[in-house]
């Protein structure tokens, strides 16, 4: 099976992207409020940022990923970080293979952009079968026990993601 990415450059894809999400808020499981979850999903599309949808070759939205440049406690200035905001598949498609290919065609999407990134950042649950995943692709910089449970922060160098992904075969998306 192959797959498609397309980024969302409208206001139709945006929408896409937050239905997406909020069909299957129920097995996000983000440790947190709803409220929270929301502005956390919504900020790429209410920031104008990054939100980007993966299709099946039969045309049916399996997944997205959404990223922010910048940090709030610096008013997003500082473009050079990038922050994933959330990444879900559906149950049925969380393998390697796409997890690869998302990799790959997100970190060439960010490298043509007009900012130079140097950092990726991404919090995640603490969880026994994702922390080894994570750890491998960055380094635990922070963990914060919240009333919904533990939170992990993770950042790595963006060079290092690009190359990782770089690696194996892989499509060029852009040019």
């Known amino acids: 099976m192959s797959y498609d990415f397309s980024v969302c450059a409208t206001e139709f894809y945006m929408q896409n992207y937050l239905e997406f999400?909020?069909?299957?808020?129920?097995?996000?499981?983000?440790?947190?409020?709803?409220?929270?979850?929301?502005?956390?999903?919504?900020?790429?599309?209410?920031?104008?940022?990054?939100?980007?949808?993966?299709?099946?070759?039969?045309h049916e939205m399996i997944g997205t990923i959404g990223c922010i440049l910048g940090t709030g406690e610096n008013d997003y200035r500082d473009t050079h970080i990038a922050q994933i905001q959330v990444v879900?598949?559906?149950?049925?498609?969380?393998?390697?293979?796409?997890?690869?290919?998302?990799?790959?065609?997100?970190?060439?999407?960010?490298?043509?952009?007009?900012v130079d990134i140097r950092e990726m950042r991404f919090w995640a649950p603490a969880d026994d079968y994702l922390s080894p995943l994570f750890s491998k692709l960055a380094n635990q910089t922070t963990v914060v026990d919240t009333e919904n449970g533990t939170l992990i922060e993770y950042r790595a160098s963006f060079s290092d993601w690009h190359s990782y992904a770089a690696k194996f075969r892989h499509d060029v998306y852009y040019d």
Not at 39 to 49: D, G, R, V
Not at 90 to 102: A, C, D, G, I, N
Request: glycine share 0%.
């Open 88 to 114: 879900y598949f559906l149950e049925p498609y969380r393998r390697t293979l796409l997890f690869l290919r998302t990799m790959q065609f997100f970190t060439q999407h960010l490298a043509q952009l007009p």
């Open 21 to 58: 999400l909020l069909e299957n808020y129920s097995t996000l499981n983000l440790p947190y409020p709803f409220p929270v979850t929301l502005s956390y999903i919504a900020s790429p599309a209410f920031m104008e940022q990054i939100a980007i949808l993966c299709f099946t070759d039969e």
